[in-house]
């Protein structure tokens, strides 16, 4: 196999089919899922990084590949996970923003993703069931939050933050009505001040077919003057 193949979106693996279609570049990655969505065997996978740096979408590829996955956050109760995955048993779970997660749902996680089992006993109601191999797929944004036996049952995957060239790649992905050059360049005028690839899909869809540099000039000036940074 030829390494020299390797790019700066990702790497070696081109894109073979359509999933993750909707994420820009991390094709390595993709490909890293795939293998771990397919093997037999128990995996658990998190995600690390900025927010913004595609942590949600790589679940929502998953929930789209896997019709036998569950999706929980932070605003999900223990109780009300635990409901669920008594119910249907999932052999997948999605957990978007792990370190958010109540600290008692965080240590009955450790069992569930060793063993696939869970025993809590609890005054109302008390849950005995297994399910094997279950998958975890997590994101977190800072990992320092997270409790060091929560973060060692994960193969931890860091996304770096966006070079400047992936970032206006990205920038042309997330406004599609728009121009490829105009996508650009707002995506060039973000990555210089708060680089957060939201401020950009804010800023795109506010901008009018007609528009040329002098008005999103005009569009980012008055977002920023307003902006929370501001505020003082
Ligand atoms: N690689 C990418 N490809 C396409 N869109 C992206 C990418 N990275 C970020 N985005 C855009 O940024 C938004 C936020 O991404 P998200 O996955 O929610 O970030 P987070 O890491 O905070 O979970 C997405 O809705 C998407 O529009
Ligand atoms: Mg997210």
């Known amino acids: 196999m030829k ?9 070696l693996f081109k894109e073979v089919d359509k999933s993750f279609n909707n994420i820009d570049g991390y094709y390595d990655i993709k490909e890293i899922v795939k293998r771990a969505l397919s093997s037999e065997d128990q995996y658990n996978l998190m995600f690390i990084g900025e927010p913004a740096s595609g942590k949600t979408l790589f679940l929502q590829g998953i929930m789209d590949m896997r019709k036998d996955a569950v999706y929980f956050d932070s605003t999900n109760t223990t109780n009300k996970i635990l409901d669920i995955l008594e119910q249907k048993r999932p052999k997948i779970i ?3 923003e792990i370190e958010k997660m109540s600290r008692p749902w965080q240590e009955k996680l450790l069992n569930l ?6 025993d809590v006993e609890q005054q109302k109601k008390s849950y005995h069931f297994e399910i094997k191999g279950i998958k975890a797929f ?3 944004n800072n990992i320092d939050r997270l409790s060091k036996p929560l973060a060692s049952r994960f193969r931890k995957l860091f996304l770096p933050k966006y070079s400047e060239e992936v970032f206006l790649s990205v920038a042309e992905k997330v406004l599609p ?6 996508a650009r360049y707002i995506g060039s005028k973000v990555y210089q001040t708060d680089g957060d690839i ?3 899909i804010q ?6 077919r007609s528009d040329g540099p002098q008005e999103i000039e005009m569009i980012m000036n008055t977002l920023m003057k307003y ?3 501001e505020k003082k």
């Open 113 to 118: 993703l060793e063993s696939g089992k869970v």
């Open 177 to 182: 009505k728009t121009s490829p050059s105009i």
């Open 3 to 11: 390494f020299s193949s390797f790019n700066k979106l990702g790497g």
């Open 227 to 229: 902006s929370e940074a």
């Open 203 to 208: 800023i795109g869809r506010l901008v009018q």
């Open 138 to 140: 997590a994101t977190c």
């Open 94 to 96: 999605c957990m978007d």
């Open 198 to 200: 939201r401020s950009v």
